[in-house]
């Protein structure tokens, strides 16, 4: 199993920039399908983006263009790299790992959560 942890979330102005980190222990990352989500209040959970590999990544249509899913294998670490940031943005937001033979769609493994903030 692997355990996953996040970091770097905050509070920021709309047009800023956050990274987000995913620590995983236990197992190395490059076993899942490692995927981005979030949740704000009265909406429904949201994948953001996926990463099957270095050369294969998925974003969703509302962050396409501004975010950007990556991994750093020897780190064992998962990134989202945030950029023109958007009230709408506002969400907790987690990772997850799925198993890559489930295809990136069944998430077993969750972290935390961290919580990011937009302003206006």
């Known amino acids: 199993q692997v355990q996953l942890v996040e970091s770097g979330g905050g509070s920021v102005q709309a047009g800023g920039s956050l990274r987000l980190s995913c620590a995983a222990s236990?197992?190395?990352?490059?076993?899942?399908?490692m995927a981005w989500f979030r949740q704000a209040p009265g909406k429904e959970r949201e994948r953001v983006a996926y990463?099957?590999?270095?050369?294969?990544?998925r974003h969703a249509d509302s962050v396409k263009g501004r975010f950007t899913i990556s991994q750093d294998n020897a780190m064992n670490t998962l990134y989202l790299q945030m950029n023109t940031l958007r009230p709408e943005d506002t969400a907790m937001y987690y990772c997850?790992?799925?198993?890559?033979?489930?295809?990136?769609?069944?998430?077993?493994?969750w972290g935390q959560g961290t919580q990011v903030t937009v302003s206006s």
């Open positions: 236990g197992q190395s990352i490059d076993h899942y399908c």
């Open positions: 990463i099957f590999s270095d050369d294969t990544t």
């Open positions: 997850a790992a799925s198993a890559k033979s489930a295809g990136c769609r069944d998430y077993t493994y």
